[in-house]
């Protein structure tokens, strides 16, 4: 490289700095502010409208592939990661940068640390872009790879462990009661290469002492990754607990409007791993958004972006609407006569009702809130869930959750069909039981549809 060519790109590096810089005492100031101006705002300020073009009051829409250069110098330092660049839609783009922004603010609310994410096309993407690289064949280690989940995990994410990485070579060790501390700790050994746990899980609402999980995992050097897509940081932040890595499904409540399917990693920064090099602990997020993600591909589109950031906005007074409305439900179900028995965080006879407590809390307030996700049995068997469910008018019959409208699932001939008899057993999924999640209709409507389908039983 001649000099004068070196110099070109050197401009653009010490241009990128001062951005770099300028961007991250902006994201000081934004730390500060509260919880919904957070969700409401991100980092798009009105500084950023003018700096876009526009004035726009919403962050922009960016479907373009590709970022071009100014000139060859530019597209070098870019290139070599030199600069900040979005390049091409597959590794970046701005409005996923919005949203990675607000989601990674959201997350690390109220933490000393900060903490970076890394959106993706899917939940599943996701939980799968977190953990791969965490799995790597280390020639110095020999004998059997192995990772510590909670057995009372999302359908997808059973099958992603126990068939997907076995594949690999890596091999899942099951928690059945993830509350109880003594079964994780007598599944880690020097070959673990992190502890996975869902927060309440889906269906089951299984909980965990994260603060606990997390000493573990801190003393074992491995790092702890929670999914807490039916919480949403509105009810919980791992982070602040001593998790490492977080993973959100967006697709549910984060995306409550429905329009589309998507997935986040938010990672602290200076992760705990013995297994990462210094760059991957660093940063995990902006590191695997960098390399590995770019290297396979599993993007979000720009269209989801926009669309998750609108329906971010308003997560809080979301969370705690379809709470209220779930533990109105709640209530009547507990008491009729053909329900065998209602599974709630929120109910006081839950038996995880009291660390859910601890736990799950709405944020900007000490109230205890449990979320939109119920499940119940009904009494009789198979059948008899299958002909209430069938009668359902007003709730829609989907497998899905965390959104406006109330739906309801047969978990085990729906998300948990594929792992079989025995990995419901293992998950504790009966064939009488529905999953339930209420929406923003008024509660008494609900309670009207699910009382006249009981009754047709
Ligand atoms: C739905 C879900 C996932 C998977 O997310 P997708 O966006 O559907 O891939 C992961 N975890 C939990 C808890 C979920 O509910």
Not at 16 to 40: H, M, N, P, Q, S
Not at 124 to 135: D, F, G, T, W
Not at 189 to 212: G, I
Not at 232 to 238: Q, S, V
Request: charged share 25%.
């Amino acid at each position: 490289m001649s000099n004068s060519e070196a110099a070109g790109v050197e401009r653009y590096v010490q241009l990128g700095r001062e951005y770099t810089a300028k961007r991250k005492e902006f994201r000081e100031k934004v730390r500060k502010l509260r919880f919904d101006t957070i969700a409401v705002h991100g980092m798009y300020s009105v500084e950023e409208a003018f700096a876009q073009g526009q004035g726009g009051i919403i962050e922009p829409l960016f479907p373009s592939t590709s970022q071009a250069y100014r000139d060859s110098d530019e597209m070098e330092a870019a290139l070599a990661y030199r600069i900040p660049t979005w390049c091409y839609s597959r590794i970046h783009n701005p409005t996923i940068f919005y949203l990675e922004e607000t989601l990674s603010l959201l997350e690390a609310y109220g933490c000393a640390f900060d903490a970076s994410a890394l959106c993706t096309a899917s939940g599943m993407a996701a939980i799968k872009q977190a953990v791969e690289p965490l799995l790597a064949q280390d020639e110095a280690q020999s004998g059997e790879i192995n990772f510590v989940s909670s057995a009372q995990v999302y359908g997808g994410t059973f099958q992603l462990f126990n068939v997907r990485m076995k594949e690999r070579g890596a091999k899942v060790r099951w928690v059945s009661q993830p509350w109880a501390m003594k079964e994780w700790e007598k599944m880690v050994d020097k070959q673990t290469r992190f502890l996975y746990t869902e927060m309440p899980s889906n269906p089951q609402q299984a909980c965990s002492d994260l603060q606990s999980l997390a000493k573990l995992a801190k003393h074992f050097q491995i790092p702890l990754i929670v999914d807490s897509t039916i919480a949403t940081p509105a009810l919980l932040r791992p982070l602040q607990h001593g998790a490492d890595i977080v993973v959100q499904s967006l697709t549910k409540t984060i995306g409550s409007g429905g329009a589309s399917i998507g997935g986040a990693i938010i990672a602290r920064h200076d992760l705990t791993s013995r297994h990462l090099d210094d760059a991957a602990k660093a940063d995990y997020a902006v590191w695997l958004k960098l390399w590995p993600a770019r290297d396979s591909g599993p993007c979000m589109s720009p269209y989801s972006a926009f669309f998750f950031l609108n329906d971010l906005r308003t997560l809080r007074i979301k969370v705690e609407w379809f709470s209220q409305n779930t533990e109105a439900v709640a209530d009547f179900l507990a008491q009729h006569a053909r329900v065998e028995a209602v599974d709630y965080l929120g109910l006081k006879n839950h038996k995880l009702h009291e660390l859910a407590s601890r736990y799950l809390r709405l944020v900007d307030s000490e109230r205890p809130a449990f979320g939109h996700l119920l499940s119940f049995t009904i009494k009789g068997g198979a059948q008899e869930a299958r002909r209430f469910f069938d009668n359902l008018q007003r709730i829609f019959r989907a497998t899905d959750l965390g959104r406006i409208k109330s739906v309801a699932t047969i978990p085990a001939i729906s998300t948990h069909q594929q792992q079989g008899d025995e990995g419901r057993r293992l998950a504790g999924i009966p064939a009488n039981m529905v999953r339930l999640c209420v929406g923003g209709e008024h509660p008494d409507d609900i309670i009207a549809d699910l009382d006249q389908a009981l009754n047709k039983i």
